[in-house]
C-alpha cells in the first residue's frame, strides 16, 4: 500500500512574509512587531471593508449617528 503524507500548508506572515506555523504565539504573524504593523494600518485606514451596508437596519443606524432620522430629516 501507498503511504499518504501529510500535506503541509505553508503560511506567511502577512506584514512581512516570514515563515509562521499555526501553533506560534503570534500566529498569523511572526512576531508581536509584525502585529501591531498590522493594526496601524487598520487604524490609519490602509484597511478597508469595501462591501456595501445592505442590512437595512445598520443603515438607519448609521443614518442616525450622522444626526438624520430614518426620514431624512435634521436633528434640532
Avoid: Q
Wanted: hydrophobic residues 30%; proline residues 7%.
Amino acid at each position: 500500500m501507498a503511504t499518504k503524507k501529510k500535506s503541509v500548508k505553508v503560511l506567511r506572515c502577512p506584514s512581512c512574509g516570514m515563515l509562521v506555523r499555526p501553533k506560534d504565539e503570534d500566529f498569523p504573524f511572526c512576531s508581536d512587531r509584525c502585529r501591531k504593523i498590522d493594526l496601524g494600518k487598520w487604524a490609519m485606514g490602509v484597511y478597508k471593508i469595501s462591501s456595501p451596508i445592505l442590512d437595512p437596519e445598520v443603515l438607519e443606524d448609521l443614518g442616525e449617528l450622522g444626526g438624520r432620522h430614518s426620514d431624512g430629516s435634521e436633528n434640532d
